[in-house]
């Protein structure tokens, strides 16, 4: 089987990279950026510093900070009609998953027009938009190295997950420094999001000998790691390895794919807003305990490459230490249920139908180990909120 693989053109990894974006620009021989950022970012100088080092490098920007979480089909519109009122050459998502969505949902649409709905799966966008560089503030997502981006319908309360070649960075400046101001929680969410991204590329029916080196090294980078961040926000060696964790996890899924998780994960973001990370914790040890028999050797290796279980255990012991230890990891990391974030139970179960439907239709869930019929996924839903 051949296997079709992807990567940004440039990536620069460590210490101060996101200093280098002007000379990867020359590199790329583009000079007119469009920096997407957040609220948070814009107010705390660090964007305003970004487009000082463009400035002296002779390199004029313009800046786009109002991205929203789980980005909108508006707010990436109102992102647009900004772009589209200079002259710009490339797109830079500078932030978390959300800028980096933006940025990307940006970019095909300044090129290609139309609605955003029209790129949703089972589209696929090969043919190019403008340049997309992504500078990642999280170590999570790893969009700064994925072919995929999410953005929610309004009008429905979709996540629609756009896919395609267009949406796949050129460069990635992946600097682990800008995660150290980041707080516990904000930490812990997008840290099990990148666990996730690893643990589901390497069982994915879709994952090949090149996502799995990638999904491995992210797993035996995250695992040791996160509970370190969470208890020590400044631990740099902590941190650079969850950054590069995420990173790899990124290239795994982008050239595998994510499952079941991740299809239950989106109709619970939409609805009810709970952050991505956040949601993938609550589902991933019930989802894993549902589909590991379907693939007991590959889930067991996920446990001996994250250090809780060893070589010699068999593969049902250690199917049954990475269960208990995503549990655990929950416990640790303070990931509340449902109930306790603070969702109404009578909605949560009134919207378990419609849930399960859209995240059937995702695509991600026939991925799975395990391919679940919807009466499965409507059950593990009401098991999540029980749990």
Known sequence: MISAIALPRLMRIGAGACGLLPEVL???????????????????GRAGRLVER????????????????????ASVEAALAALKAGDHDCVVGFGGGSPMDTAKAVAVLARHGGHMRDYKAPHSQEAPGLPILAIPTTAGTGSEATRFTIVTDEATDEKMLCAGLAY?????????????????????????????????????RKSNPFSDGFALAAMRAIAPNLR???????????????????????????????????GMSRPIGAHFHVPHGLSNAMLLPAVTAF???????????CARAMGVARETDDDARAVSRLIAELQNLNDDLQVPTPGDYGIDEARWNGLIPTMAAQALASGSPGNNPVVPEIEAIATLYRQVWAA
């Open 26 to 44: 020359g590199q790329l021989g583009l000079s007119r950026p469009f920096v997407v950022t957040d609220p948070y970012l814009a107010d705390s």
């Open 54 to 73: 463009l400035a002296a490098a002779g390199i004029q920007a313009g800046l786009f900070s109002q991205t929203v979480p789980d980005p909108t089909v």
């Open 168 to 204: 796949l960075p050129v460069a990635a400046l992946v600097d682990y420094e800008l995660t150290l101001s980041k707080p516990a929680r904000l930490t812990a969410d997008t840290g099990i999001d990148a666990l996730t991204h690893a643990i589901e590329a390497y069982v994915s």
């Open 228 to 262: 370190r961040v969470w208890t020590d926000p400044g631990d740099r060696g902590a941190r650079e390895a969850m950054m590069f964790g995420a990173t790899q996890a990124g290239i795994a899924f982008s050239n595998s794919s994510v499952a079941l998780v991740h």
């Open 291 to 301: 589909s590991a028999p379907g693939s007991p050797g590959r889930y067991a290796a």
